[in-house]
């Protein structure tokens, strides 16, 4: 049965800095792997898509790469900002019908 | 595209009382999932449906709940009678099929903004 972590449950940096948040697996025969962010008493609002023959994926600050031999995947943040306090949550899909299993999530604060 | 739509946002109610909660997917979205998260359990897969048809709903928790797409923009899961156990937020998401190959698309995932039920 797939398992996703993330490591660490929650991160406090300041204004600036990059975030580095950690995503592994243990089954790597995925398909495709996403990356969420969750605001308060909110929905989750899609990040990022790595599909399984990808090894990144950008979007302005964002970057996200995969590497499925060693069953991990990493989201960095460049330059962080206040508004981007938040969970992010990283889940992978094993089957080609989308079944995604998420991992706990990172709780992230960006102080000022 | 307005995403995908949720009701009713908040559902306050009694032990025993019926409680449905409605979904409409992305329009041309051909799978639909019902998810619960709980601080306890995080995000939990309950049931997934692909073109209307359910794949897999080994992630109901009980007999108590059921869920039904009648058609590709619209879905319901209902539980009954309802308990305290039950308090949790449900998402509704979508996706379309992903496409393998050289060029790869779809796949993604896509969350409405949920509906928090309080079982009293």
């Known amino acids: 049965k797939q398992e996703v972590t993330q490591i660490p449950a929650a991160l406090s940096v300041p204004e600036g800095e990059n975030l580095v948040l950690n995503c592994s697996f243990t089954?790597?025969?995925?398909?495709?792997l996403q990356w969420f962010r969750q605001d308060p008493g909110k929905g989750l609002t899609s990040l990022l898509l790595?599909?399984?023959?990808?090894r990144e994926q950008t979007s302005g600050r964002l970057n996200a790469s995969l590497d499925k031999s060693s069953g991990r995947s990493t989201l960095y943040i460049a330059a962080s900002q206040p508004g981007d306090s938040a969970t992010y949550l990283c889940?992978?899909?094993?089957?080609?019908?989308?079944?995604?299993?998420f991992g706990a999530g990172t709780q992230v604060v960006v102080t000022p | 595209d307005a995403g995908v739509i949720q009701s009713p946002r908040h559902e306050v109610t009694e032990m025993g009382q019926e409680v449905t909660l409605r979904c409409k997917p992305i329009?041309?979205?051909?799978?639909l999932f019902w998810y619960r998260q709980t601080m306890m359990r995080g995000l939990e897969l309950l049931i997934y449906?692909?073109?209307?048809?359910?794949?897999?709903d080994s992630g109901m928790p009980e007999d108590r709940f059921s869920a039904k797409m009648p058609n590709a923009s619209f879905s319901t899961l209902k539980i009954q009678p309802s308990e305290p156990r039950d308090s949790a937020v449900y998402f509704c998401?979508?996706?379309?099929?992903?496409?393998?190959?050289?060029?790869?698309?779809?796949?993604?995932?896509?969350f409405g903004e949920g509906s928090r039920l309080t079982v009293l």
């Open positions: 998401a979508s996706s379309s099929d992903p496409v393998w190959g050289r060029e790869p698309r779809g796949g993604e995932l896509f």
């Open positions: 089954d790597s025969a995925i398909y495709n």
């Open positions: 790595i599909q399984s023959s990808q």
């Open positions: 889940a992978v899909t094993t089957d080609s019908w989308g079944k995604f299993q």
């Open positions: 329009s041309g979205h051909n799978s």
């Open positions: 449906f692909n073109n209307n048809v359910p794949i897999d």
